[in-house]
C-alpha cells in the first residue's frame, strides 16, 4: 500500500473503503468479477485498502457449501489486489483437511484474507466465534481471536463478523499495537445495534479505527441489515452506508488521530489486568439454588 498519486498525500491518512453489497448467491465466479470491478472503483477514489463483507465468494446464508469453493479462490482474489493494485481484505469460505476425527473429507472455515497491493497474501484469519446453527452447521471454528499482519507500515488486525461482539479479542489486538481494525461481516436483523453502537463502543475503548463492511438485502431466512461502516478511534463514523442498498463508502483513516487517541484517553495504559484474570477463565456452570450441594 505504498503511497502513490491515487492515495492521499497526508503523512499518516490511509483512504480506506467499504464494499457493502448483496452477492449473487452460490456463484462465485460472478461475484469475483463484481469484486474486481468494485476494487477498480475503489483504487480511483484513491483507497489503499478496500474492505468487503463475509463469505463475499458465495454469499452466507446459501445452504451447503459443497463444490462452492476452489483450491485457488484465495489466488484468484490475490489476483484481483495485484492487478488493480489495491490491498484487499475479503472474506471467503476455504475448504482445509480435517485436523484429526474420523472425517476424512475437507471441513469449511470462515475466512477473511488480507492481501496486500503487489498480490502477497499477507494473513488469514478463521472465524472463532460461530453464531448459531447457520456457523455451526457448516463451519469449523477457528482457533485464533483474530489476525495481524502490516500493510505498508499500517497494522491491521481482522476478524470476522460475531468476532467483534467479544471485547476481549478487540482490547487483544489494540495491546498488540493494531491500528485498523477490518472487519468482513453478516449482520442481520435484529442485530442493528451492532453496527449502530457495537462497533464504535469497541473502537472508541480501544482507541482503534474499525472497517465493517456488510450485507444488504435478503438471503433464504436472512435479512441483513446494511450499515456498514468506517469508524475513527473517537467512536465516530468516518463514512457510513444505509441499510438498503449497495455503496462502497470511503473514508480517511488518520493514523495519527489513532496515537492521540491512546493518549489521550489511556484505556490501554491504565489497566489492571491483575484484577481481569476471573475473565479469560471459563463460566462457572449457574446454580438455580445455592444450597444445593449437588450444584457445587
Keep these: 500500500m505504498a503511497q502513490d498519486e491515487q492515495h492521499d498525500p497526508r503523512p499518516g491518512v490511509v483512504k480506506v473503503a467499504v464494499w457493502q453489497f448483496h452477492p449473487t448467491p452460490r456463484d462465485p465466479d460472478t461475484n469475483l468479477a463484481r469484486l474486481r470491478a468494485v476494487a477498480e472503483e475503489a483504487r480511483h477514489q484513491g483507497a489503499a485498502l478496500l474492505v468487503t463483507p463475509e463469505l463475499t465468494l458465495t454469499g452466507y446464508d446459501v445452504g451447503e457449501l459443497d463444490g462452492l469453493t476452489r483450491d485457488d479462490d484465495v489466488?484468484?482474489?490475490?489476483?484481483?489486489?495485484?492487478?488493480?493494485?489495491?490491498?484487499?481484505?475479503?472474506?471467503?469460505?476455504?475448504?482445509?483437511?480435517?485436523?484429526?476425527?474420523?472425517?476424512?473429507?475437507?471441513?469449511?472455515?470462515?475466512?477473511s484474507v488480507v492481501v496486500d497491493r503487489d498480490g502477497t497474501v499477507r494473513a488469514t484469519h478463521r472465524k472463532a466465534h460461530l453464531f448459531g446453527d447457520l456457523d455451526r452447521s457448516r463451519f469449523t471454528p477457528g482457533s485464533e481471536p483474530f489476525a495481524m499482519t502490516e500493510l505498508d507500515g499500517i497494522r491491521v488486525a481482522t476478524m470476522i463478523c460475531y468476532d467483534v461482539e467479544f471485547a476481549e479479542g478487540v482490547r487483544a489486538a489494540a495491546l498488540v499495537g493494531?491500528?485498523?481494525?477490518?472487519?468482513?461481516?453478516?449482520?442481520?436483523?435484529?442485530?442493528e445495534i451492532v453496527c449502530e453502537q457495537v462497533v464504535p463502543v469497541r473502537a472508541w475503548e480501544n482507541q482503534i479505527a474499525i472497517a465493517y463492511a456488510n450485507h444488504f438485502g435478503r438471503e433464504g431466512e436472512t435479512h441483513y441489515v446494511g450499515r456498514s461502516v468506517v469508524v475513527g478511534p473517537d467512536?465516530?463514523?468516518?463514512?457510513?452506508?444505509?441499510?438498503?442498498?449497495?455503496?462502497?463508502v470511503v473514508a480517511d483513516v488518520d493514523l495519527g488521530a489513532v496515537a492521540d487517541a491512546q493518549r489521550a484517553n489511556p484505556y490501554l495504559t491504565d489497566r489492571r489486568p491483575e484484577l481481569y484474570e476471573d475473565l479469560v477463565m471459563?463460566?462457572?456452570?449457574?446454580?438455580?439454588?445455592?444450597?444445593?450441594?449437588?450444584?457445587?
Design 178 to 191: 493494531a491500528q485498523l481494525r477490518a472487519v468482513p461481516t453478516a449482520n442481520m436483523r435484529p442485530f
Design 75 to 111: 489466488d484468484r482474489v490475490a489476483a484481483v489486489a495485484r492487478d488493480v493494485g489495491i490491498a484487499l481484505v475479503v472474506g471467503l469460505a476455504l475448504a482445509e483437511p480435517p485436523d484429526h476425527g474420523p472425517h476424512h473429507g475437507p471441513h469449511h472455515v470462515n475466512a
Design 235 to 248: 467512536g465516530r463514523p468516518l463514512a457510513a452506508a444505509g441499510p438498503d442498498d449497495e455503496q462502497l
Design 282 to 296: 471459563p463460566r462457572p456452570p449457574l446454580r438455580s439454588n445455592p444450597s444445593d450441594p449437588d450444584m457445587e
